[in-house]
C-alpha cells in the first residue's frame, strides 16, 4: 500500500509533475512515485563527464517549455527557474564555411536567405502573428479548435511531408537545409507526412518565443514544478518503481507517466483484450544516440555565428539530411548521421568550471541498435568546427539501451514515447474520445505517448489531469 493520498501519479516527468499539479490545484492530495532517485525523467541533468561539468541528460532546449500554456501560468522563477536566451535560437552551418541563424523576430527575417528570405518570411510570418491560438489548439488533443482559421493555415501545411514543403516553398539549398534540420526533430523520414509540422511549429517557435533554456540544466525546471507541486501539498517519493497497478490498492485516479508498453505491463491481465491489443500494436520511433562533452574551450565553428546560438543543426543540406533520416526508419546506421547539437555553457557559465565548456548533441539510429556512433558523430562536428576533437577532456555516450536503463519510457531510445507518425500524432495511444483515459475506471494515461506528445510542455499531463477531475465529478463523457 502506498499512501492514504486522493490521487496517484507513477512517473515524474514533466507531464508527470505536470498533471499532478493540475490535481493539486484543483485540491486533492497528490503522491508521486518516481523510480529514479532523481524527479524529472525527461528533464534532468548530472555531471556525466567530469567533476563541475553539468550536463543535461536528455531535454536540453526548450522552446515548448517557456510556450507552454501550462508553464506559463505557474510560477516558475519563484521555484528557481531563470531562462536565458541565447541572441539567436538555431545555427545551421554549410560546408562552404556560412552558416544561416534562426532569431527571434516577429516578421520573420532570416538574413542569409538570399532570394528565399522573403519566401521564409510569407511562410512563417503568419503563422507568428497567430502563434499563442495555433499553440493552444495544437498543443491539445483532437478537438474543435478555438481558432479554425489559424489552424487551417497551418494544418495545409503541416499535414505534407517536408520534403515537398520545403522544395514547394524554397529555391535555394540554404533555406531548404534549415528547413530540414527544424523538420527532422520529428523522427521521421522527411519524405513522410507530418514531418512538415516539425518543422513549422519549431520554427515559428524560433522567430515568436526563441529557443532558451533554464540556467543551470533542465534539471532545474524539473526541481522547480516539484518544488512547485510540494508547495500545494503534494509528495514525491523517489526511488519508487511501481510494478503493478495492484501496489496502489484502490486509490484513484491514478496518472501513469508510462508508455504504452509500461501501461500493458502495469496493468496486465485487468486490460480487456481489444485494447491490450492495440497498444500492443502501438509504435516505437527510431532510437537516439547521444553524446555529451567536457571541453578545454568553446567549439572552433568555421562559421563564427555558430556561437550565436546555443542549438546548431549538423547536416547541411536537406538531402543529406533527409538521407541521415530514411537509414533509421530502414533499420540502417547513417554514415553522415544529422547531428542536433546544443552548447549551452556559452550562455551559461554555471554548466562548466575554469571558463571551460560543455556541448550536448545527439543523432537518429535504429530503434534499438547498439552500433556506437561516435567516430561518425564526432566527423560531423569535426566538419563543421575543424580542431574539435582536441578539445575534448572527456566524453559520455549513451545508446538506445542506456537511454532506456536510464527512464523505461525510451523505449529502444525513442525519445518522444512512441513514434510520430500522422495517425499516432492524433490518435495516441489509439484512437479513442478522450485518449487519457483507459478502460480501467479512474486509471489514466498522461505521459507523452498521449496528445500533444514528445517534448517538455507538461501538456499531456494537463489534459490527462483535466480529463481525470472530468471523471471524478462525474460530468465526463469519455470512457
Ligand atoms: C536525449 C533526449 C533529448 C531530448 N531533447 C529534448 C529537448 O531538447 N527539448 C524537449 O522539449 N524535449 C526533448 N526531449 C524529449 C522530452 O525529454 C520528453 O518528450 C519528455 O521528457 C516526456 O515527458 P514525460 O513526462 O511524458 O516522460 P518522461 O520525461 O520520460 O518521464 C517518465 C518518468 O516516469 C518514470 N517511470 C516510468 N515507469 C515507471 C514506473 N513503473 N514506476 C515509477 N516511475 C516510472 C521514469 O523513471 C521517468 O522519470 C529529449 C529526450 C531525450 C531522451
Same mark, same amino acid.
Given at each position: 500500500m502506498t499512501s492514504m493520498s486522493d490521487a496517484i501519479v507513477v512517473g515524474s516527468g514533466p507531464n508527470g509533475l505536470a498533471a499532478a499539479i493540475v490535481l493539486a490545484q484543483a485540491g486533492l492530495s497528490v503522491r508521486v512515485l518516481e523510480a529514479a532517485e532523481t524527479v524529472g525523467g525527461g528533464a534532468r541533468s548530472a555531471e556525466l563527464t567530469l567533476p563541475g561539468f553539468v550536463h543535461d541528460i536528455c531535454s536540453a532546449i526548450h522552446p515548448l517549455g517557456v510556450a507552454s500554456p501550462l508553464f506559463r501560468t505557474l510560477p516558475l522563477a519563484e521555484h528557481g527557474v531563470e531562462w536565458i536566451e541565447p541572441p539567436a535560437a538555431l545555427a545551421h552551418p554549410f560546408d562552404d564555411g556560412t552558416a544561416v541563424v534562426l532569431e527571434r523576430s516577429p516578421d520573420a527575417a532570416v538574413p542569409g536567405l538570399g532570394e528565399d528570405e522573403a519566401r521564409w518570411r510569407r511562410l512563417f510570418a503568419p503563422l507568428v502573428a497567430d502563434a499563442e491560438p495555433l499553440l493552444e489548439d495544437v498543443l491539445a488533443p483532437v478537438?474543435?479548435?478555438?481558432?479554425? #482559421?489559424? #489552424? !487551417?493555415?497551418? &494544418?495545409? *501545411?503541416? /499535414? %505534407?511531408?517536408?520534403?515537398?514543403?520545403?522544395? +514547394?516553398?524554397? *529555391? &535555394?539549398?540554404? /533555406? *531548404? &537545409? %534549415?528547413?530540414?534540420? $527544424?523538420?527532422?526533430?520529428?523522427? %521521421?523520414? #522527411?519524405?513522410?507526412?507530418?514531418? !512538415?509540422?516539425?518543422?513549422?511549429? %519549431? &520554427? +515559428? $517557435?524560433?522567430? !515568436?518565443?526563441?529557443?532558451?533554456?533554464? @540556467?543551470?540544466?533542465? @534539471?532545474? #525546471?524539473?526541481? /522547480?514544478?516539484?518544488?512547485?507541486?510540494?508547495?500545494l501539498g503534494g509528495e514525491i517519493e523517489t526511488g519508487r518503481r511501481v510494478e503493478s497497478l495492484a501496489e496502489l490498492g484502490e486509490t484513484r485516479p491514478v496518472l501513469l507517466d508510462v508508455t504504452p508498453r509500461g501501461l500493458l505491463e502495469l496493468a496486465g491481465d485487468r486490460l480487456p483484450a481489444l485494447y491490450r491489443s492495440r497498444l500492443e500494436g502501438y509504435r516505437y520511433g527510431p532510437g537516439v544516440f547521444k553524446l555529451d562533452w567536457a571541453l578545454d574551450g568553446p567549439i572552433p565553428w568555421r562559421a563564427e555565428e555558430c556561437a550565436r546560438a546555443a542549438t546548431v543543426h549538423l547536416g547541411a543540406t536537406l538531402e543529406e539530411i533527409a538521407a541521415s533520416e530514411v537509414a533509421p526508419a530502414r533499420g540502417e546506421i547513417a554514415e553522415r548521421p544529422y547531428v542536433l547539437l546544443a552548447q549551452q555553457s556559452l550562455f551559461d557559465p554555471t554548466r562548466a568550471p575554469d571558463e571551460r565548456h560543455t556541448a550536448w548533441a545527439y543523432c537518429h539510429v535504429p530503434n534499438g541498435s547498439t552500433v556506437d556512433m561516435t567516430e561518425r558523430f564526432e566527423a560531423q562536428v569535426e566538419r563543421f568546427a575543424p580542431g574539435f576533437r582536441d578539445r575534448i577532456l572527456a566524453r559520455s555516450a549513451r545508446g538506445p539501451a542506456e537511454l532506456e536503463r536510464h527512464n523505461a519510457n525510451c523505449v529502444g531510445g525513442d525519445i518522444n514515447g512512441g513514434a510520430a507518425t500522422l495517425s499516432q500524432l492524433v490518435t495516441r495511444p489509439v484512437a479513442r474520445v478522450s485518449p487519457y483515459t483507459t478502460p480501467l475506471p479512474g486509471v489514466f494515461l498522461c505521459s507523452a505517448s498521449t496528445p500533444p506528445g514528445g517534448g517538455v510542455h507538461g501538456m499531456c499531463g494537463y489534459h490527462a489531469a483535466r480529463a481525470a477531475l472530468r471523471q471524478l465529478s462525474g460530468t465526463s463523457q469519455a470512457n
Open positions: 478537438h474543435l479548435p478555438a481558432h479554425p #482559421l489559424a #489552424l !487551417a493555415r497551418f &494544418g495545409a *501545411r503541416a /499535414a %505534407l511531408p517536408a520534403t515537398a514543403l520545403a522544395r +514547394l516553398s524554397f *529555391r &535555394g539549398a540554404k /533555406a *531548404r &537545409g %534549415l528547413f530540414a534540420g $527544424l523538420s527532422a526533430h520529428s523522427m %521521421l523520414r #522527411l519524405d513522410r507526412p507530418p514531418s !512538415a509540422a516539425f518543422g513549422l511549429m %519549431l &520554427g +515559428l $517557435l524560433a522567430h !515568436a518565443v526563441g529557443w532558451p533554456f533554464p @540556467q543551470g540544466g533542465s @534539471q532545474r #525546471l524539473s526541481d /522547480a514544478l516539484a518544488s512547485y507541486l510540494r508547495s
